[in-house]
C-alpha cells in the first residue's frame, strides 16, 4: 500500500501535519502541543496476566530445596543416598536423568525444554567439601545429552569433550570430589551448546566449606531465559524460571535473620545478567570460594556460568523488589519481591 | 426429470461422503503425527489507540486452533484483557485491550505470545490517538477528502469551455491524455491493490479477491454502460455525456479506494497528512476532472453547469466517504476490495473510450497519430510526476 513509502517521505521531510494539526488543534488547547493526556495509570498493569498451573514448577519450594529435601524419605531415597566413609566425609549418591518435557515458563505459555528430573532449573545438588559425589545419568531424552560440572575433576569426568555425550537410552556414572567449596552449576555440555543449555538444561551445585557457613536461610537463584519462538533471541527472563514468579508470590524472610542467596547466571544469549535489590545492600562471595566477602553492593552483574554468594539481613518489614537492572530483562519477567516480616532491628 | 436431478445430485453426495471420511480419519494427522507442533498463524486485523491503551483486533489465520498466552509491549509483560477469550479457533476473532502508555509520536511493538511460545509483532510506526467518531472527526475527513478529492476534479473540470474550442487534431490529444491518465490510475490502483493483498491474511486470498472484485466491477460497469447507451439513444442525446458518466464512476471508485487508504492510513497512525501530501493530492487528481470532460467536450455539447458539478461530485465525493470509512472501520480486506473496484471500473472506462476514438477505423489506425500518440505519453508523464509527489 501506498502508506508505507508516503510514511517514509513524510518521516524524511518532517513537515507540519496538516490533519494532524487540524486533530490536535482542539485538544491541545490549554496544553503543551504534543501530549496527549494519558488517564492514570496502575504501575502493576506491566507484568504477565495470569497464573501458572498448579502442577506447573513450583519456584516457591525450588528456593530452599537441594538434594531432593522436598520429598518424602521413601521417595527422596530413589534419587538421593548418603553413605557414611572412614575420614567423617560422605559419599553422596545421585540418581539424575534427561528428559523432554514441556514446561510452563509464564502463565499459559509453554516451553518444550530439556530437563533433568523434568524441572528446569535441575535439582539443586549440594555437598560439603571433601564428600565424594557419584552421579548416575540416564538420559531418557530424544537428543544426547551430558552432566558437565564445575569444580575439579578429572578428563573422564568432564562430559564436555569428543565421546562423552550419552546417547538416548543410555546411562553414565559421573564419580568425583566436592572441592572447592563455593557455589557452581552443572550444564549439558553436548552440541549445539546453546540449544542444550537454553532448552532447560542446567542447575546448581553448591560445596559447603568444611567449617560451614553460619546459620541463615538459604535461596537457591538461577537467573535464566527462554527463547521461546528459537529465533536465538530470549523472550522471557525470570530468575527460578517463571516469569514474575515472585512478584505474584513474594519470597518470605524474617526481619534480622540473615538471609543467603546462591546466585547462578545460565542466560543463554544475552552477555550478562544482573541483580540489584532494592533499599538494602549485600555482601559479594563471587563464585563462594572465599569465606571473606569482596564487595558490598546493591548491584551485581554476573556473566554466563558465573555465580556468587550474597548475603544480606533486612533492617525493615516490607516489600523489597528485586531484579535485573537490565531493564528490558526486568520488564520481561525477571522482578520479584521479598517480603520482610518481624520487627525492625534499628 | 427427477433421475436428472439425482444424477446431478450424486457427484455431490459423493463428495460429501468423501469429506466425512477425511474428517474422521485424519490422513493429514497421520503424516504429522500427534506430536507435530500446530500451524500458528495470528494477524492483526485493526490496532487502535486510546489515551492509555492499545486496542488490537487479531484473527486466527491459521489452520490450528491457537490460544494467546501472554501479550508484550515494548519488550516488557503487559496485563491485558481478551473481549472474545484467548482461546481462537481457525478464523476466530478476537480484540485485546491493553492499558500501555503509550507516547504520542514514538513508535511502539506489540507482541502477541501463544501459549506454544510462537511470538507475532505489530509495530506501530507514530503513534497518534485513533480518532473517535464524533463530529469533528467527521468534519476533518470531510475537509481532507474536499482537499484531495471534491475540489481539483471540480477545478479539472472547468477546462471545458477551452477544451470545446479545441481542434479536431487537439480532441484527439485531449482524449488520448485521458487515456493515459487513467491507464496510470490503472497501473497504480493495481498495484496498490495487489500489495495490499499480499498483507492479507491467507485464508482472504488477497490476489484472487482482487481479481474477483475489479472483474465485477468490471462487468457490472459494462452493463450499465450498454444500459445508459440504450436509453440515450431513445433521448436521441449525445454518447459523449454516457461516456462522462461513466470515466466519473470510474474515477469515483478509484478516490473511494484512496480516501479509504488516506484514511485508515491517518487513523492507524501509519501517516501523518502533510501539507505537501495533501497539495500532491490535489495537482494529482485535478488531472481527474479533465479526463471526465474530454469526451464532451468532443462532441462539443452544451453541457449544463448542474450536469458539470454532479459529474464532479461523482468523481470526487467518494473519497470523503473512503476517508470516512477508512478512519472507522478500516481493514485491509475493504482496502483491497475498493482499490481493486476501482481498477475494474477505470479498464471499462479506458475501453469505452478506446472504443469512442476508434469508432471510424481500427485501434491501429486511431493510434499511429502524433497528437494521440503524444496524448497518451503526456497523460502518463503527469500523472508520473504529479504522483511523485505523493509517492
Redesign the interface.
Known sequence: ???????A???A?G??????S??GG?RAAGQSA??????R??A??????GRTSPDAFDATAYLRTWNFSDLPAEERSKFYRETPRGDGTLLREYEIYAADREIE???????PAWTYNGQVPGPTIRATEGDRIRVTFRNLGTHPHSIHFHGWHPPAMDGALAGQEVHPGETFVYEFDADPFGLHLYHCHTVPLKRHIHKGLYGAFIIDPKEGRPPADELVMVMNA?D??F?VEN??YAVNTI??AYMHEPIRVRVGQLVRMYLVNLTEFDPVNSLHLHGMFFDVYRTGTSLTPSEKTDTLMLCQGERAILETMFRYPGDFMFHAHQS?FA???WMGLFRAEGAPTT | MTRRLLLALLPLVLLGALLAVIVRSGPADAVRGEQFPPVERLTFQRVTLE??AIVASLMNDGPDAL?I????VD??????TADNG?ALRHLGRTTLRI????V??EAHVVRV?T?????FEHEI??A??T?TPNA?FFG?FT??GLYVGVIPVVIGLLWFPFMTRLSARGMDFLLALTVGLLVFLLVDGAS?GF??AG?LPESFQGAVLFALAAAGAYLVLEAIGAWLKGRRRAADSGYGWVLALLIAVGIGLHNFGEGL?IG???ALG?????????VGFTLHNTTEGLAIVAPLARERQRVALGRLAALGAIGGAPTIGGAWLGGLVYSPVW?VVFLAIGVGAIAQVVGQIVRQMTREGTVARAFATAPVLAGLFAGFAVMYVTGML??
Not at chain 1, 513537515?15 to 494532524?20: D, R
Not at chain 2, 492499558?99 to 503509550?102: C, G, R
Not at chain 2, 501509519?270 to 495533501?278: D, H, K, N
Open positions: 500500500m501506498w502508506s508505507l513509502s508516503r510514511r517521505w513524510l518521516q521531510t513537515f507540519a501535519s496538516l490533519a494532524g487540524l486533530v482542539a504534543g501530549s496527549a493526556p494519558h488517564p495509570h496502575d502493576h498493569v506491566m507484568g504477565t496476566v515458563i509464564a502463565p499459559g505459555l509453554f516451553f527462554f521461546t519462538n529465533d523472550e522471557m516469569a514474575n528490558e520488564e520481561l519477567g | 489515551p492509555g490460544t498466552a501472554q501479550v508484550q519488550d516488557a509483560f503487559w496485563t491485558f484467548a492499558p500501555y502508555p503509550w504520542e509520536g505470545l501459549s506454544t511460545g510462537t511470538a510506526p507514530v497518534v490517538e480518532p469533528r476533518v475537509l481532507i496498490e500489495e495490499a498483507l487508504a485508515s492510513a491517518f501509519e501517516a501523518a497528512l502533510g501539507t505537501l501530501l495533501i482496502s505523493v509517492g
